[in-house]
DNA sequence: CGGGCTATTGAGCGCAGTCAAGTGTTGTGG
DNA sequence: CCACAACACTTGACTGCGCTCAATAGCCCG
């Protein structure tokens, strides 16, 4: 799976890079922890183990040895029942840790897939744990992380189980485009890296109707469609419809 | 809210009930901590604060100073959007802590309201964190239950995303048994605390379809209903039809 | 015993799923 | 670099599950 480069290295520049020099350190998992925190933190880190799209990160049942984070790339992770039915539960983006679902357990309960190339963080958990004794503040960033998982499922069973095909794209197009704004991108350029499959299992939707309902933002006048490429032109249409989403707010506060 | 009973009784019987002594020690909060531990905590819980049907803990919003477990009884929590649409996110029964969404913030993002006359145990958050910080077991503890609190989320989402009425309200009914079987009762015989309406918003139905739904099942006859007191019959029939849900075998290992 | 609430059941309709055909896109090998 | 194959997406027609609305029946409280 793991493509082979150097570890400790970014792929493209061969480079070390520091979480102090990180781009996501605002956004990130060391956000809330004091220098001398995140400089042993450093020494723990494996950077830039890079993946390709497609690539499976852990399935259902494996077990989990390290903590992760995105560093570039998103992914995504789903969840299969016994039965076969399949749902994608989140989708991650750079700065996102990965695995939650499955902390206490160390055995994963869902599994990880990238969806374009991605380098990811790499934090054993004996490290981590050894750490967190001395560093409290690691477990409470855990434990915040934790809520907010928790938070974003209830927001978006919430989406599930009363609006609209439509609202539900419209909320996950804000929550898209909140989420890239926090890391600095456009709030109107959206490049999807999922598919509409994907997108449509993440909403509980058939693939068709969230065409569908791309379709008829674009007739409507606030959305251009141009395959995985949107832009939001009337922004507030967008909102109108999904009508003040909470998972916004949350993604805001990331 | 709190009906005036003398605090660290209980008001049926006016006596202290230690950890050591409560019915729920195989499963409530402290059941993987050791008696060292269990004894700290003593210390700090204020026990059986008493509650009636329809009373609300707390509102979204509220601010949060205590970790609260029920003691017995039932809950409910309930999401509501900016919007006005509601969604009541899960059931708690004896032996579940409450407000596990809202920890990290210490602030409400959702409300909790009692199904049923209830008891809870209350730990103040300083006293908590205090003793926390001497046994890390604690903050273990924390995060086993939030990561449990995902794992059903996502549960909950895969049945709403991907099965019909009739399953879905299969799927609770099993889960409910489980939980009940796992509290020491029994698997066949359901006391529902929860109307018919809290059922279908919790798995995005309508009040009518649950009905349908029991209805049904009382048909093909596996199920007795009479009110809120349920009768499973045929067990497998309803397993066969919940197919194998993974909330099951959660709720059981819990 | 009556009032109010909760649950059940029926009739009809609409949203979104299914199926299928057609179009566009991407990646691969000649 | 192009041709082709495989796949992803769009769009249309139809169907059906579950929602809505409404009327009736049952339960629980004072």
Chains 1, 2 share one sequence.
Request: glycine letters at 4%.
């Amino acid at each position: 799976m793991t493509t082979s480069n150097p570890p400790y290295a970014n792929p493209w520049t061969n480079k070390v890079i520091k979480c102090q020099d990180c781009g996501l350190k605002k956004l990130c998992f060391p956000k809330n922890l004091a220098a001398a925190e995140i400089q042993a933190l450093e020494a723990i880190i494996t950077r830039s183990q890079s993946y390709s799209k497609g690539d499976c990160l852990y399935h259902a049942g494996d077990l989990l040895t390290d903590l992760i984070i995105i560093k570039s790339g998103s992914a995504k992770t789903e969840r299969v029942a016994e039965t076969g039915a399949a749902q994608i539960v989140s989708f991650h983006l750079a700065g996102d840790l990965l695995g939650l679902d499955s902390l206490s357990k160390r055995k994963a309960v869902s599994s990880v897939t990238f969806l374009e190339n991605s380098c990811v963080c790499v934090i054993p958990y004996p490290a981590f744990n050894a750490l967190s004794e001395a560093a409290p503040q690691l477990q409470e960033e855990i434990i915040s992380r934790l809520c907010e998982e928790i938070a974003n499922s209830h927001n978006l069973m919430l989406a599930m189980n009363n609006y609209t095909a439509d609202q539900r794209v419209a909320v996950f197009l804000q929550e898209l485009s909140c989420r890239q704004h926090s890391r600095g991108l456009s709030k109107e350029l959206l490049h999807l890296s999922m598919s509409r499959n994907e997108i449509a299992s993440y909403l509980g939707l058939a693939p068709a109707t969230v065409s569908r309902a791309l379709s008829k933002f674009e007739r409507d006048g606030f959305l251009q469609v141009a395959n995985k490429h949107l832009q939001i032109t009337d922004y507030q249409a967008l909102v109108n419809l999904a009508l003040a989403c909470p998972e916004c707010a949350l993604a805001a506060a990331t």
